[in-house]
């Protein structure tokens, strides 16, 4: 007999099925006679190859736009009988496609990079009659440039179909229960929900987030088969993050990626606090205060609508540096609650409209930190080269994010300075840079902050932050060659621990809520937890396992859970 709850999760697990192959079937519409692994070179390392899956982005396989122009290429079979029909290429690739060569004759090129645009639009041609050889063994190669940053998500395709094909579509999908892929006491197990029309070959591979092969294992599938349960509990035995990739090969090729979280509130850190690091924030804490902050308002019309008046505000920073921001106060009598909004990296907060429409009985100070919007004018060395994060990182006093944290501690000074401001429900709350720059305003300003709310921060735990998005060691490689390499990249990690924002983690009071995203390769979930798992103070966490560093929702649920925190 089958008991209520067996029966509700045998229509759930059919639900789910069904929906794979119907959202498979929106995704492809015919067959794909290319692989998604292909092999990319770059013209400045010639003799070094890349293995590139199409269904990851470029960071997590470690490239990015300053390795400049290369070629991606791969080698892929047609049967005769495909030979016979008119064969449509359709690219979707993040970059700029300059030319396009199957075998030896250009079949086309010269797509813009429109990530930004429309980063799912691909480009057909129809492969002229001849370029296929006579043998069915054949070579495509994309000559490109400019890769985009991706945020984590491919948004990549190359697909080589029949023109109007009617063959049935090959799928496959990953799936896992609980729905958030945080697995902390159950074993970690996948389920490969997949659609064949033949016999063919069905691979998994699943890597730790460190980049280290896990398992790779290789299934025969047939068309009677439909659903495989894969138990992971023997390879995934530590805390981390795990990627998961399924491949269906042969004259369909198709793929998956899902991630999975394994007991990630375990996770360490390998490097100690630097011996100097409190003393060293201490004594900046108290250079701070020697600065008058000359705290001034300018209310702005166009900021002044609805419920709340707008003004810009300025005060002086570390340095005497002016450093500006817009602030938001309702238009009534009282003492409110107060949220302080941190940057993301390059966020200026251009766009202000989220708090001139809201109507809720909340202060809000958006700051734009030195180097950031209306803070730019004094301080700018951009977002590129050396940008932010590379400005004078071979010095623990002149690096930027000395800076940037007391300009957040100064700006904690310019709320607790308002008659307006509750100073019992102060709180701050960040993504990315943002994020990082939460945990250091929580750390630094202790009890005046009373509740913080953070999404996978950077800068932060720093060691383990390259070695997982291993691009950052050429960014930082290439940060000291502009300065002509002062020091060794030994000592600017050195530099780069003092200012790790992980490291004051373990200074927060207040209640913490940590948001993350499973395809976040930006800032990555480890790092974030590395943080986390340091407060002492009540805390709690939410997983996104679907979400990158570029969607919404992990960042719009860390002002909910602050005014649902705040009683708003």
Excluded at 8 to 28: D, E, N, P, W, Y
Excluded at 156 to 185: G, W, Y
Excluded at 436 to 456: E, N, Q, V
Aim: net charge neutral.
């Amino acid at each position: 007999m089958i008991n209520l709850h067996s029966l509700q999760t045998i229509m759930k697990h059919a639900l789910i099925l069904t929906l794979v192959f119907l959202l498979s079937s929106q995704m492809v519409s015919s067959q794909n006679l290319l692989p998604l692994e292909w092999s990319l070179k770059f013209d400045s390392a010639p003799t070094e190859t890349h293995p590139i899956n199409l269904l990851l982005s470029w960071e997590r396989q470690g490239v990015f736009s300053g390795d400049g122009r290369g070629c991606l290429s791969c080698s892929f079979d047609v049967s005769k009988e495909s030979q016979k029909k008119q064969l449509e290429l359709k690219v979707g690739l993040q970059c700029h496609v300059e030319k396009i060569v199957v075998n030896n004759t250009q079949v086309g090129g010269d797509i813009p990079e429109h990530f930004y645009s429309n980063r799912d639009q691909q480009t057909s041609f129809i492969l002229p009659e001849g370029c296929l050889n006579a043998n069915g063994k054949n070579r495509i190669r994309i000559y490109l440039s400019s890769l985009s940053y991706t945020g984590g998500i491919s948004h990549n395709s190359c697909t080589l179909s029949p023109v109007n094909s009617s063959k049935p579509i090959q799928s496959v999908a990953i799936q896992m229960e609980p729905s958030d892929h945080l697995f902390t006491r159950k074993t970690p197990a996948i389920t490969l929900h997949y659609k064949v029309n033949n016999k063919t070959t069905l691979r998994l591979v699943v890597n730790s987030d460190f980049h280290r092969r896990i398992t790779e294992r290789t299934f025969t599938v047939s068309p009677s088969d439909s659903v495989l349960s894969v138990n992971l509990g023997r390879e995934i035995t530590l805390p981390g993050f795990y990627e998961c990739v399924a491949l269906l090969e042969g004259q369909d090729n198709s793929g998956s990626v899902e991630w999975l979280a394994y007991r990630p509130e375990e996770i360490g850190c390998k490097d100690a606090q630097p011996s100097d690091f409190r003393s060293f924030w201490q004594e900046t804490l108290t250079e701070l205060k020697q600065i008058d902050p000359q705290f001034a308002m300018h209310k702005v019309d166009s900021l002044s609508r609805g419920k709340r008046d707008g003004y810009v505000i300025e005060m002086k920073s570390l340095g005497g540096l002016t450093i500006r921001g817009y602030y938001f106060v309702p238009r009534k009598e009282g003492r409110f609650p107060a949220i302080l909004h941190v940057p993301y990296y390059g966020q200026g907060f251009q766009n202000v409209d989220q708090f001139i429409n809201s109507t809720d009985n909340v202060i809000e100070l958006a700051l734009c930190a030195r180097g950031h919007g209306l803070s730019a004018d004094t301080f700018n060395p951009g977002f590129g080269v050396p940008g932010i994060w590379g400005y004078k990182l071979y010095s623990k006093q002149e690096n930027a994010y000395r800076g940037i944290y007391m300009d957040c501690v100064r700006a904690v000074d310019f709320l607790f300075s308002r008659p307006e401001t509750d100073t019992l429900r102060v709180g701050v709350r960040g993504g990315s840079q943002g994020g990082g720059l939460t945990l250091a305003t929580a750390g630094l300003c202790g009890k005046r902050i009373a509740a913080c709310a953070y999404f996978d921060p950077f800068p932060c735990d720093i060691r383990d932050f390259i070695n997982i998005r291993t691009i950052c060691q050429k960014e930082l490689k290439r940060f000291l060659d502009y300065y002509h390499n002062p020091c060794s990249f030994e000592d600017a990690l050195k530099v780069q621990e003092l200012i790790s924002t992980r490291n004051f983690a373990s200074w927060i009071t207040c209640p913490v809520f940590f948001t993350t995203a499973l395809f976040d390769d930006d800032c990555p979930p480890h790092v974030g937890f590395a943080a986390y798992n340091t407060i002492s103070s009540p805390k709690e966490f939410k997983i996104y396992p679907h979400d990158c560093h570029l969607d919404n929702r992990p960042y719009d649920a860390l002002s909910e859970w602050l005014k649902k925190k705040f009683g708003l």
